[in-house]
């Protein structure tokens, strides 16, 4: 692992977190072996399908997410404490590259503080409420969970995922040689650099374009920011993303009968986490008075 800091504005630090090779093929193991686990592949039992057919069976995309929700909290707790970092609550993450990993984490730290007349302070709990929004847009997100990625015979849109070759140099400096790396086409996007959604926008599967980019001045390693990139791209194949229906057959994956049983726990791990996080922000002063905290870990990459 490979983790860089910086401090940045209202207690908080930039940590920035690059999974080696090893260590990403150690998840992906976990990742494929939780997977089997719970897919069922004609001729095999659980958990005995060769690799390939449970990849081919939930998506390679599906295969990603996993390994990267294993991956982030133990090279997280090693950066922690690597850089004697000691966070107070829990770290907002963005993963800056899928394949191989790059993490951000903004670090959240225990300001100094002088306190005051705190005891005469008094607070109420904040009433909760979770409505069917609430419910459906968590719904959605176990939609997104069950989604595979499907070819398609066109040119890339945005919003769209792309199998691509991508080379780019600065200079003399490599900057990107990936082969079959999964990228998602978002308009605006950063990722690698801004403008490379845009330039590839409108190719095919078998086509390739050669074009330059300039590293933006704020860019985090200092020698090539502002520098031209030349990159080098190659279609391997177009992909959409399909998501499943709500449906019973989609909450069986979950292991309930019915949608609306699904829907029912939904809304009741909802509510319990509404009112839990509203217990928490009302005792959150004395969790800071008591020992090192480093805060939970997230369940999700965002």
């Keep these: ?14 940590l920035h977190i690059e999974a080696e090779e090893a260590e990403y093929a150690v998840a992906e193991k976990e990742a494929f072996k939780y997977l089997a686990g719970r897919v069922e592949i004609p001729g095999f039992r659980k958990g005995k399908a060769p690799r390939e057919l449970v990849e081919r069976h939930v ?21 922690l ?7 107070i609550t829990t770290p907002h993450v963005h993963l800056e590259q ?18 005051g007349d705190y ?22 997100r176990l939609r997104e969970s069950q989604a595979v990625l499907t070819p398609v015979e066109r040119p890339l849109h945005f919003g769209d995922f792309a199998l691509l070759d991508v080379k780019a ?9 990936h082969k079959g790396v999964t990228y998602e086409v978002v308009a605006n996007s950063h990722m690698p650099l801004p403008g490379f959604a845009e330039a590839i926008v409108g190719l095919s599967a078998g086509e390739t374009r050669d074009f330059s980019l ?34 019973d057959s989609m909450a069986k994956t979950f292991g309930f009968e019915t949608l609306e049983a699904l829907r029912e726990r939904v809304g009741a791990d909802l509510e319990s986490n509404a009112r839990n996080e509203a217990r928490s922000a009302l005792i959150g002063v004395r969790a800071m008075r008591g020992p090192r905290n480093r805060g939970s870990l997230p369940t999700a990459v965002v």
């Design 169 to 177: 140099d600065v200079g003399e400096t490599p900057f990107l040689d």
């Design 59 to 79: 998506g390679r995309e599906a295969v990603v997410d996993e390994t990267l929700e294993r991956l982030f909290p133990p090279l997280y707790e090693k950066a």
């Design 98 to 115: 899928r394949e191989p990993p790059v993490f951000l984490a903004i670090v959240p730290l225990q300001p100094e503080v002088s306190l």
């Design 81 to 87: 404490t690597t850089h004697d970092l000691h966070p």
């Design 119 to 140: 005891r005469s302070v008094r607070v109420t709990q904040e009433e909760v409420s979770v409505t069917d929004e609430h419910v459906l847009s968590a719904l959605d």
């Design 1 to 14: 692992m490979k983790s860089t800091v910086k401090t940045i504005e209202h207690c908080q630090t930039e």
């Design 214 to 247: 300039t590293v933006p001045e704020d860019f985090r390693v200092s020698e090539l920011a502002g520098q031209e990139c030349a990159c080098s791209v190659a279609v391997q194949q177009v992909r959409v993303k399909d998501l499943p229906e709500l449906s």
